[in-house]
């Protein structure tokens, strides 16, 4: 125990070291909130004492679930660990880059993405995965089987998604219609995410108080 509490306090103050290198050693580490929702227990919201604190048992639950998976890393076919494994490939006509947390083998041989989250909430869409799935076809002419999300507050996987069911003409044709709406400033809006937005204080949909002008829309042959 005592081994592997000194390895994850080694592997915690790299990163913690990595952050002030990125931000200055000045970087005030209690403006680290992933949260500001309030308990009983926790009444200050996940500011940086809470991370502190429960990012080391993440830690400890990675390293343990790690050790029980029988999962091996997948290595590309350049020799690249599928560590934090960026890709960037043409989709819909314009270059797309992405990073995918772990892709790992099981013992039975098949190809598994797996994206690790902090958060409370298990994601309820599996499209992340699909794109990513894609990603690896157009980059390497392989395709997993399988996809799941590693959630960090139970120390387990979330179940697995088969990950044949977004092709990458599908992709392809997305892209495509995100960069039309883009070229042309169109963006509808999603009133789900809006918890999740960090720009809501500059979007016009809910009042922000710092929103730019909509600008006035020509709309044709609505009747």
């Not at 809470?50 to 998976?69: A, H, P, Q, T, Y």
Request: some cysteine; charged content about 25%.
């Amino acid at each position: 125990m005592g081994s592997n509490c000194g390895k994850r306090n080694k592997s915690w103050n790299i990163e913690v070291g990595e952050i002030k290198q990125l931000k200055g050693e000045a970087y005030n580490f209690a403006e680290l909130r992933q949260s500001k929702r309030t308990t009983k227990a926790n009444p200050d919201g996940e500011n940086s004492s809470w991370w502190f604190d429960n990012g080391k048992k993440f830690l400890d639950s990675w390293i343990e679930w790690r050790k029980n998976s029988g999962w091996t890393i997948w290595t590309t076919p350049t020799g690249e660990p599928g560590i934090e494994l960026v890709m960037e490939i043409e989709v819909g006509g314009i270059s797309f880059k992405g990073a995918i947390d772990r892709i790992f083998v099981t013992p039975d041989g098949e190809l598994v993405i797996l994206d690790l989250k902090t958060g409370a909430r298990t994601p309820t869409t599996e499209l992340q995965l699909q794109v990513y799935a894609c990603m690896m076809e157009r980059a390497y002419g392989i395709r997993p089987s399988w996809g799941c999300y590693w959630m960090a507050r139970t120390g387990s996987t979330s179940a697995p998604v088969n990950l044949n069911k977004f092709t990458l003409s599908k992709l392809d044709e997305m892209v495509a219609l995100f960069q039309k709406a883009r070229e042309q400033n169109l963006y509808l809006p999603n009133f789900d995410g809006c918890k999740m937005c960090s720009l809501t204080e500059y979007c016009y949909w809910v009042d922000g108080g710092k929103h730019l002008p909509l600008g006035e829309l020509e709309i044709h042959n609505v009747k």
